[in-house]
Protein backbone atom coordinates (compact mmCIF):
# COMPACT_ATOMS: atom_id res chain seq x y z
CA UNK A 1 0.00 0.00 0.00
CA UNK A 2 1.33 3.68 -0.78
CA UNK A 3 -0.12 6.39 0.92
CA UNK A 4 0.29 10.03 -1.03
CA UNK A 5 -0.36 13.05 0.84
CA UNK A 6 -0.84 15.77 -1.80
CA UNK A 7 0.49 19.77 -0.51
CA UNK A 8 1.48 22.88 -2.12
CA UNK A 9 -2.42 24.10 -3.23
CA UNK A 10 -4.00 27.27 -2.19
CA UNK A 11 -5.61 31.04 -3.46
CA UNK A 12 -3.31 32.39 -6.54
CA UNK A 13 -4.02 34.86 -9.01
CA UNK A 14 -4.17 34.73 -12.55
CA UNK A 15 -1.09 34.81 -14.11
CA UNK A 16 0.33 33.57 -10.82
CA UNK A 17 2.18 30.47 -9.87
CA UNK A 18 2.46 27.36 -7.24
CA UNK A 19 4.06 23.88 -7.08
CA UNK A 20 2.38 21.10 -5.92
CA UNK A 21 3.97 17.98 -3.91
CA UNK A 22 2.93 14.85 -3.66
CA UNK A 23 4.90 12.74 -0.82
CA UNK A 24 4.22 8.72 -0.73
CA UNK A 25 4.97 6.44 1.97
CA UNK A 26 7.32 4.61 0.31
CA UNK A 27 9.46 3.95 -2.81
CA UNK A 28 7.55 5.34 -6.10
CA UNK A 29 10.65 3.99 -8.26
CA UNK A 30 8.18 1.59 -10.38
CA UNK A 31 5.38 3.67 -10.42
CA UNK A 32 3.62 5.97 -13.35
CA UNK A 33 2.82 9.16 -11.36
CA UNK A 34 0.10 11.32 -12.27
CA UNK A 35 -2.00 14.40 -11.12
CA UNK A 36 -5.33 14.65 -12.16
CA UNK A 37 -7.83 17.98 -11.13
CA UNK A 38 -11.64 17.84 -10.51
CA UNK A 39 -13.54 21.06 -11.39
CA UNK A 40 -16.86 21.48 -9.19
CA UNK A 41 -19.44 19.80 -11.23
CA UNK A 42 -17.21 18.28 -13.81
CA UNK A 43 -15.58 14.74 -13.70
CA UNK A 44 -11.57 14.09 -12.74
CA UNK A 45 -9.23 15.12 -15.38
CA UNK A 46 -5.44 13.53 -16.28
CA UNK A 47 -3.60 17.07 -15.78
CA UNK A 48 0.15 15.00 -16.09
CA UNK A 49 1.48 11.97 -16.00
CA UNK A 50 5.20 11.13 -15.56
CA UNK A 51 6.36 7.19 -16.32
CA UNK A 52 8.91 5.35 -14.11
CA UNK A 53 11.29 6.00 -16.64
CA UNK A 54 10.33 9.97 -16.77
CA UNK A 55 8.84 10.43 -19.81
CA UNK A 56 5.73 12.99 -19.32
CA UNK A 57 2.54 13.63 -20.99
CA UNK A 58 0.16 16.78 -20.39
CA UNK A 59 -3.51 17.37 -20.76
CA UNK A 60 -3.71 20.10 -23.96
CA UNK A 61 -5.13 22.62 -21.54
CA UNK A 62 -1.71 22.67 -19.88
CA UNK A 63 1.15 22.03 -22.26
CA UNK A 64 3.63 24.81 -21.97
CA UNK A 65 2.25 26.00 -18.24
CA UNK A 66 2.43 23.25 -16.28
CA UNK A 67 5.45 20.69 -15.50
CA UNK A 68 5.99 17.33 -14.00
CA UNK A 69 9.00 15.84 -12.04
CA UNK A 70 9.74 13.10 -9.67
CA UNK A 71 12.08 13.20 -7.06
CA UNK A 72 12.28 9.31 -6.42
CA UNK A 73 15.16 9.46 -3.43
CA UNK A 74 12.82 11.68 -1.48
CA UNK A 75 9.59 9.39 -2.97
CA UNK A 76 8.09 12.60 -3.72
CA UNK A 77 6.44 14.07 -7.51
CA UNK A 78 5.98 17.64 -7.83
CA UNK A 79 3.52 19.94 -10.53
CA UNK A 80 5.25 23.05 -11.25
CA UNK A 81 2.12 25.49 -12.69
CA UNK A 82 2.70 28.84 -14.06
CA UNK A 83 0.49 31.09 -15.56
CA UNK A 84 -2.60 30.20 -14.15
CA UNK A 85 -6.19 30.42 -15.35
CA UNK A 86 -9.21 30.94 -13.61
CA UNK A 87 -10.26 27.60 -15.73
CA UNK A 88 -7.22 25.75 -13.10
CA UNK A 89 -9.53 25.99 -10.20
CA UNK A 90 -9.81 22.47 -8.84
CA UNK A 91 -8.70 19.91 -6.20
CA UNK A 92 -5.94 18.33 -7.66
CA UNK A 93 -5.12 14.68 -6.86
CA UNK A 94 -1.72 12.87 -6.80
CA UNK A 95 -1.95 9.06 -8.62
CA UNK A 96 0.61 6.33 -7.91
CA UNK A 97 -0.05 3.37 -10.95
CA UNK A 98 1.91 0.02 -10.95
CA UNK A 99 0.01 -2.99 -13.52
CA UNK A 100 -3.13 -3.32 -11.69
CA UNK A 101 -2.24 -1.07 -8.40
CA UNK A 102 -3.71 2.20 -7.99
CA UNK A 103 -3.21 4.40 -5.43
CA UNK A 104 -4.56 7.86 -4.68
CA UNK A 105 -4.05 10.98 -2.37
CA UNK A 106 -6.82 13.15 -0.88
CA UNK A 107 -6.27 16.11 -2.74
CA UNK A 108 -5.47 19.69 -2.60
CA UNK A 109 -7.67 22.54 -3.71
CA UNK A 110 -6.24 25.28 -5.85
CA UNK A 111 -8.23 28.33 -6.36
CA UNK A 112 -6.96 30.95 -9.12
CA UNK A 113 -8.98 34.01 -8.70
CA UNK A 114 -9.36 36.83 -11.84
Known amino acids: QVQLVESGGGLVQAGGSLRLSCAASRSIFSYAMGWYRQAPGKERELVAI???????NYADSVKGRFTISRDNAKNTVYLQMNSLKPEDTAVYYC?????????WGQGTLVTVSS
Open 95 to 103: NARFLALEH
Open 50 to 56: ITSGSST
